[in-house]
């Protein structure tokens, strides 16, 4: 089974990114989500992330508002993006807001006109939209 990768802007998609992962786990997959409260040592998450991002076969992105956005001296999803690109990685864009803001988001976009989309600010517990995982897959 394909090794999964799951990159989000943890402030606003990490609920949506448990949830995923856990489904994805339940159907077989080896798929890696990094918990945010174990991300706080720029030098440590660096290399958690070179080394999940090295071994997967895909990267889904949850975009959000600000996914891509650099965190001051903390590790987050801006550099996970450019990690990302500078490996040539597959990934599957999720739209999680109406209007990316980021160009290096944007530029996903482009590239995947047709992204799913799992909306954040949608009212009570996220839950995976009908089919997201098969298209994971």
């Known amino acids: 089974m394909a090794a ?13 990114a448990q949830l995923l992962g856990d489904a994805l786990r339940k159907r077989g997959a080896n798929s890696t989500y990094l918990d945010p409260h174990a991300r706080w040592d720029r030098q440590r998450d660096s ?6 991002l090295n071994d997967a076969d ?4 949850l975009a959000t508002k600000g996914y891509g956005r650099a965190l001051r001296g ?8 450019e990690l990302m690109k500078k ?16 160009e290096g988001v944007k530029e996903l976009e482009f590239r995947q006109p047709d992204a799913p989309e799992w909306l954040l600010g949608e009212p009570g517990e996220p839950q995976l939209p009908g089919g997201l995982v098969d298209l994971v897959e």
Do not use: N, P, Q, T
């Open 74 to 81: 903390r590790f987050g999803s801006k550099e996970e993006l």
């Open 47 to 52: 290399g958690a992330v070179i080394r999940h």
């Open 87 to 102: 490996m040539e990685k597959h990934y599957m864009l999720i739209k999680c807001c109406e209007d990316l803001v980021e």
């Open 4 to 16: 999964i990768y799951i990159s989000c802007r943890y402030s606003e998609a990490s609920g949506k």
């Open 58 to 61: 895909l990267v889904v992105v």
